[in-house]
């Protein structure tokens, strides 16, 4: 199956390293970030998983639940996190998926339903399972990033997408580029001149149909 952005992800029950979970009740009424990678005991990717341990203040901060997917077992799984926070200084408290049998992986359209993982594999036989997933408290996929494996994921643009994202779903605004919190939002085109007036106050109307205005508190 193909994931795309509105879709509801499926409903898996995976094995991680803290049990057996399922995939909508581990969401519940929370916003979720899946993010996956090709294989335990690499170089970037434990760099990236550090850096999703030292975050926890600031996925707790915004309401949001993290969770690791990557196509190596259990044991692997509970082994690597012991270099994970030896890199990172900090507890890798979120559950790894064990997706040794690709149905996640697959599932999200990482990669193809005939794929499979050969004997004496290497990363190279999952790279593009190296994706980051925001899932909204409705359970829809609300933002996909796919990157290669020579360069390291930037969470702090992770976490800027994900505020956008809480920022627009909760407040009827949108977000322009560059965009951080405490800076001004985008009224939607379908509100007339009076209706965002009235409902947002004072506003820039830079074009006919780009007008900002404060972030709503």
């Known amino acids: 199956m193909s994931l795309r952005i509105n879709d509801t992800i499926p409903d898996l029950t ?9 995939l909508h009740d581990w969401v519940s009424d929370s916003w979720a970030i899946l993010f996956s990678h090709p294989k335990d005991f690499t ?5 990236e ?7 926890a203040d600031e996925w707790e901060k915004r309401g949001t639940k993290v969770m690791g997917i990557s196509v190596d077992g259990v044991e692997e799984h509970k082994k690597w996190k012991g270099d994970i926070e030896t890199f990172a200084g900090a507890k890798a408290g979120f559950p790894i998926i064990a997706d040794n049998d690709l ?12 794929a499979y993982l050969p004997d004496g594999r290497t ?11 925001i899932i909204g408290p409705d359970k829809q996929l ?7 494996m020579t360069v390291g994921r930037n969470f702090a643009e992770v976490l ?6 809480q920022t627009s779903t909760g407040k009827g605004v949108a977000t322009p580029a560059n ?25 820039n109307k830079i074009l006919p149909y780009l007008r900002t205005t404060k972030a709503p508190s």
């Open 179 to 203: 965009w951080n919190v405490g800076d001004d939002v985008i009224i939607p085109a379908t509100l007339s001149d009076d209706d965002a007036k009235a409902k947002f106050g004072d506003f």
């Open 49 to 55: 998983f550090g850096a999703v341990a030292q975050l």
């Open 43 to 47: 170089p970037v990717c434990t760099t």
């Open 103 to 114: 149905t996640v992986a697959k599932a999200f359209d990482m990669l193809p339903a005939d």
């Open 160 to 165: 800027r997408a994900l505020d956008g994202l």
């Open 142 to 148: 609300k933002l996909s990033m796919t990157y290669p």
């Open 14 to 22: 995976v094995e991680t390293d803290q049990g057996t979970i399922s």
């Open 123 to 133: 990363p190279n036989d999952s790279a593009t399972v190296r994706a980051v997933f």
